[in-house]
Structures are given as C-alpha cells and as structure tokens.
C-alpha cells in the first residue's frame, strides 16, 4: 500500500482517500466538490447566523482570550488532578448501553477485558453521566459544559478525556480491539526499545498517542482537518496530565463561551482561523451543512490534535529556551537533562516530503510560540517521545495502515460511524 501510493499521480490520491470515508474525520468529498459547497455554505452562513450579521452585540462575545490563555479552570484541574504516576493500568470503555451490544462489540470487549493485569470498566451513558457528575464535582464548569453539549457524540469525546484526566489508564473505543496486549506497548516493541536505549523506565511515560492520518499531499486541505491528525480513539494517559487539562478546559471554554443554546451555533473566537482562514461557526443542529465538522472541531480529533501541539509547545518552550544539542542526530537534550528522544532524525523525515506547503515555515522561520509544528511529526517511522509524551507513527492504532512488517497495536473497525448518523 505504502508503495502504490507514492506511484500514483495525486488526482488518484484523492479518489484513494476518499475510499476511505468510513474515517470519522475524513472530508467526505474531493477538493473541488468541498470548496464548491464551502463557499455556498460560507455564503449561508455570512447570510443567516446572526453572529455573522451583528458581530459587534453578538451573542457570545468572548469572555476568555482566543489564544486560550490560561484560565483558572486550568489552573485547578492541574492542582487538584496531577500527579507523576505512571500509566495505571485500567482500562476504560463505554457505550450507550450493556444490553443488546452488537456481537462484534461483544468480542472487542471480551478482548479488552480479559488483559491480564489490568482492571477492565465499561461504563454505560447513565454511568458516564454519574462518573463526570461525582469526579468533577468541585468544577461547575465542567459540569455546566457537559449539560450544555447538544449531542450524544459530544459527550462520547468528552468522556474519554475527562476519565483520563480524572483516573487515566487507557481509553479505546468499542469498534477497536486490541492486537497485542497492552502490556507489550512498553515493554516490547519499538516504543520500549527507545526507551530501554535511553534508560526511561515505565514512569517516565505519562502519554501514549498515535498519529492516526497524514498524507504527503499538497491537497491535504481538501482531505483533512489538520496535516497532521492524532488518533482518539485509543488514548492512554496518567491522571492529571496537562495535555489533557488543555482539551477538557478548551472544550469548556467553548461550550460556556462560544457555544449560543439559543441558536444551536458554536462560533470560534476571532484569532482561531479554520483552513479557510475565517472565524468559524458550526450549526450544531442535525442536518445542518456544517455539524459534522462542528463536532471533529470542538471536541473530536482536530480539537484533539491543535491541544497536543499546543502542550508540546509550551513544553518546549519552557524547558528547551536555552536548549543545548545531544552529541547524537537524535537526541535533543537541554542542561536540565531533559531530552526530545527522536529515532527518526537519521531519517531526515523532512527530505522525504514531496509536497512542501507554500507559504511554510521549512526553511526553519518558525514561530517562536510555536517551534514544533507538523514538520516534526510527519512520516514518523519509530515512536519518540517529546518528554513525557510518546508519540507512535500511525500504523500503530490505525490498522489501514499496518504491514506484515509494521505491526500495530490497535485494530479499528471504523463501524462507530453509524453513531454519528443516529446521534440525536
Ligand atoms: C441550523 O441548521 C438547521 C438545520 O439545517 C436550520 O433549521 C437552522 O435554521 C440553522 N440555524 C441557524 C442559526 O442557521
Ligand atoms: C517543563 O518540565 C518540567 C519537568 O518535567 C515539567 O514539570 C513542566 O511542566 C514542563 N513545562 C511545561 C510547560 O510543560
Ligand atoms: C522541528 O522541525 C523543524 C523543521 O524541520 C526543525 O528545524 C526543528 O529543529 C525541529 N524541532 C525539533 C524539536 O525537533
């Protein structure tokens, strides 16, 4: 597969991609197709959303920075929540009932559940209601956010988040199983050889994330949300971790800030830009023109990713301002002896791309507030780990992509799909 796809010339890209729809954050349509219904769509919405029409009294006139700067919401979900712990070992999952689980989801769970060593909980939507209820009881906001999220598959994001951020341990979706046991994630493998070649035991990783799509395609606007699009649905997290105070907190920022019941619109904060470079407002009410993308951006993969990127870089900043270089290519150490731990950097990654974006930043003018981008990500062939955080190329948890010789962990079936259409 690897193989075909660089041979083949890019308007036979797209048709590829868009085999694979079933991808819950996949634009289902081509380019032209999609900027031919963007611009009636933006022609809609300039026309109809009062936010458009009366920008300066609209509804929900920002309270909080659009940059979202930190908040005290964050600052008391690290206080209350952090800790140093490893990854516990349990394992989470959830659906709207334990009755009348379809027989493929019955496996998936048999498969999760019977890890040895790992405390297995599956929790229905009346459970994950009294979960969030009783763990976040000292966080109105994040209670008040979960009453106000208008659809079931808000709150099915949300959740994982939040019982990561709460208990951690590791979170997949029902349509997934596993295809090693978890175990071996750290203790074998690839993510555990870099970190047996670095003398990192267990606790010194506190996130585990994979890439789940990026293509090397100069029309990846047309495909995706981000160039670089990180897995949800299988996660694993230590309690408390910033990565995961940032999407829960910005999730509720939006919710209590953005979001007008009133109209069922959720309008980003000027200073966020979507790929089209608007401010962007999604009509969360079903069959509207832009739900489906209102959901991946508030709190689906894209939320997801723009929070990682967004962890790392503070990360970075703070602690590599005065960085000094490893006596290897791929080590980035700085005098604190804290390092970026890259097996990919011999690779040179970045030489490999055929479509440099225009406009970009490669000539090494990057952002000061934002040093790591995409490009520090793209083509990933071994795990790295940027401190705490390992991330995993996406042959690991995205099983189109895994090979006789690039085996994964995770094996998704893609039918949660279906969920997105009945969703209420
Ligand atoms: C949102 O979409 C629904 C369904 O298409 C429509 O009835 C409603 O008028 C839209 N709301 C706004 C504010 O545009
Ligand atoms: C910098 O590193 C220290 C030590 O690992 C960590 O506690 C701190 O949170 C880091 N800073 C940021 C912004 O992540
Ligand atoms: C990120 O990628 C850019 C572009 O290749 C490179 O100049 C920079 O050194 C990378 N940063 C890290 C931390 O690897």
């Not at 596993?178 to 990783?205: C, F, H, Q, R, Y």
Request: aromatic fraction near 14%; charge should be negative; charged fraction near 20%.
């Amino acid at each position: 597969m690897q193989e075909k796809e660089k041979n083949v010339p890019r308007p036979v890209d797209l048709t590829f991609l868009s085999s694979h729809l079933p991808m819950k954050h996949l634009r289902p349509r081509s380019c032209l197709l999609l900027s031919i219904v963007s611009i009636y769509l933006f022609w809609i919405l300039f026309h109809n959303i009062p936010a458009f029409q009366n920008r300066d009294k609209s509804v929900n006139t920002p309270t909080v920075p659009a940059d979202w700067s930190t908040g005290s919401l964050r600052h008391r979900l690290l206080a209350h929540f952090n800790s140093q712990n490893e990854i516990p070992r349990d394992i989470w999952q959830s659906w709207k009932s334990k009755q009348n689980l379809d027989v493929r989801f019955q496996e998936n769970v048999r498969l999760w559940s019977s890890q040895s060593g790992f405390n297995y909980h599956f929790l229905d939507d009346d459970e994950i209601d009294e979960f969030v209820r009783t763990q976040f009881k000292l966080f109105p906001e994040i209670i008040q956010t979960w009453d106000t999220l208008p659809r079931k598959i808000l709150k099915a994001d949300y959740f994982r988040y939040l019982v990561l951020l709460a208990k951690g341990g590791y979170y997949s979706d029902i349509d997934t199983s596993p295809s090693v046991n978890i175990d071996a994630w750290l203790t074998d493998g690839p993510l555990a050889t870099l970190m047996a070649e670095n003398d990192l035991s267990k606790t010194d990783v506190g996130v585990i994330i994979g890439i789940e799509e990026e293509r090397d395609l100069g029309t990846w606007r047309g495909l995706f949300n981000r160039r670089i699009n990180l897995c949800q649905w299988t996660l694993a997290s230590r309690p408390g971790h910033p990565l995961f105070v940032d999407v829960v907190a910005k999730i509720a920022d939006l919710a209590l800030y953005y979001y007008d019941p009133s109209t069922n619109v959720l309008t980003f904060p000027m200073g966020y830009k979507n790929l089209f470079d608007v401010q962007p407002a999604y009509n969360m009410s079903k069959d509207s023109a832009n739900w489906y993308e209102g959901i991946i951006e508030w709190t689906g993969p894209a939320s997801f990713t723009d929070s990682f990127f967004r962890t790392i870089n503070q990360w970075y900043i703070e602690n590599f301002s005065d960085h000094i270089q490893g006596s290897s290519n791929e080590v980035l150490c700085n005098n604190k002896h804290m390092c970026v731990l890259d097996p990919n950097k011999p690779l040179d990654l970045i030489s490999k791309l055929e479509n440099y974006p225009l406009g970009d930043n490669l000539l090494g003018i990057k952002l000061p507030t934002s040093p790591v981008g995409w490009e520090n990500f793209t083509l990933l062939e071994y795990p790295l780990l940027y401190g705490d955080v390992a991330l995993l190329p996406k042959h690991f948890f995205n099983s189109l992509h895994t090979t006789d010789f690039k085996k994964g962990y995770v094996h998704h079936a893609f039918t949660g799909t279906w969920k997105w259409t009945q969703d209420p």
